[in-house]
Every structure is written in C-alpha cells, then in structure tokens.
C-alpha cells in the first residue's frame, strides 16, 4: 500500500516528443505529488509538484495530469529537447508530512536530437 | 552555498573495512534522509531522521547507522562492507510538516566496494 508504481522504465522519443511517465499509487493518505529530475552526477532536484485538489499543474513545458479517483498521475513534457534527457522520479508524501515521501523507481528519458 | 552537501563525494574501499560519510544542510530543515541509488537508477529510502524519530527501512542490513550530531548534520556509518553496498548514497533534507516538504538532495558520494 505504500508503493508509487511509475513505469515506463526507460522512453526515447524524438526532440519535440511529448514523453508522459505515469505514476500510480494505493494509499489515499498522500496528499502531496512531486516530480524530480536528475541529471547524471547530480542528485534529484524538484521539478514540479501537484496537490490533489486539481487535475493539472503547468510549469514551462512541463504538466502533470492528476486522476484522483483512479489514484494515478503522470508528467508530460511539450516540446521535448535534448536536455531534457535525464531520469525522473515520481513521488508521493501522505498527510502525515514529508517525513514518509516514497519514490517510483525512476524513468530514465532520452531525447534524440 | 551549497544547501545539502556529503562528503566524500568518491569512495573506493575493501571489503570488510568500516566508512563513514558526512552529510550536511545548511537550510534550517528538521528532517533528514539518506537514500540508496543502484546501477539500475532505482533510488530506495533508507533512514528518515529527525529530532523525534527515526524511521529506519527494515530492509536496510544493521551494518548501516545514521549518526546525528545535531539537526543540521546526519552522517552514515558502515560496518564490514560489501561487494553489494557498491552505490551511490544520497543524502537530503527538507520540513517534516504537512506544508512545502519538497526535499533537496546533495550531490551523492559514489562508494565502491573491492
């Protein structure tokens, strides 16, 4: 009950693309979504973040999708570039505080030029 | 400055010798962690710490010890290494409360276990 399923496990997609990583979970106590990004050598950073009590979040080109009732969430990235190319995670907080954050287990992303 | 910073940033060690690596946050949080990061990129919880509780992953073997001098430090003790503890070892940091608890990572010390 406390695991975030995220797959795919690994995306290519052209420079452009719109890759979308989803996420699932089963605990309804998270009430707090975040995305982080890695690049290699560097750890996760925060990229963007959703409650529960909206659908969609847009930051730059970077949108997560929320579905309350089929407990999932995913992240798009528009218009995706070379850059972009690093591995995300996705991650769930419950509402008991950031003390018992779980993590998916990563997609790592490549963007061909 | 630096927000999270783990020291050594490289470490190549024998089996069976005992390291430590030193971790600390300079953004006034309550909670600190450590994670686990494998070849496969898979990035699994270890400790989560702060001046209540400590949450330890029962899956984590007893070789490992987080050691907290004080709220801003939280380093990582191992004992006997092994071939298997060869990873990257993350440290972060953020607010236990139900608010902002976005969690702000170093940048991992790789350890390599011969």
């Known amino acids: 009950q406390q695991q975030v399923k995220q797959s795919p496990q690994s995306l290519i997609v052209q420079k452009g693309g719109i890759p979308i990583i989803n996420c699932a979970y089963e605990n309804t106590a998270f009430d707090y979504f975040p995305w982080y990004q890695q690049f290699p050598g560097k750890g996760p950073a925060l990229l963007i973040a959703?409650?529960?009590?909206?659908s969609e979040k847009k930051e730059g080109r970077f949108t997560i999708s929320f579905n309350k009732s089929a407990k999932q969430f995913s992240l798009h990235i528009m218009d995706s570039q070379p850059g972009d190319s690093a591995t995300y995670f996705c991650?769930?907080?419950?509402?008991?505080?950031?003390?018992?954050?779980?993590f998916g287990a990563g997609t790592r992303l490549f963007v061909k030029a | 400055d630096t927000a999270v910073s783990q020291t050594p940033k490289y470490l190549v060690t024998q089996m069976g010798n005992d390291k430590s690596i030193k971790c600390e946050q300079n953004l006034g949080h309550d909670t600190m962690y450590w994670y686990k990061q494998d070849s496969k990129k898979f990035l699994k919880i270890m400790f989560s710490?702060?001046?209540?509780?400590?949450?330890i992953n029962e899956t984590v073997p007893n070789r490992f010890s987080p050691k907290s001098p004080d709220k801003a430090h939280l380093n990582l003790h191992i004992n006997s290494l092994e071939l298997g503890d060869s990873a990257v070892y993350f440290c972060?940091?953020?607010?236990?409360?139900?608010?902002?608890?976005?969690?702000?990572f170093g940048q991992g010390t790789r350890l390599t276990v011969v």
């Open positions: 710490y702060n001046n209540k509780e400590l949450i």
């Open positions: 991650a769930a907080t419950p509402n008991t505080g950031g003390f018992k954050t779980i």
């Open positions: 972060a940091s953020s607010h236990a409360g139900t608010g902002n608890t976005e969690a702000f």
């Open positions: 959703i409650r529960p009590d909206v």
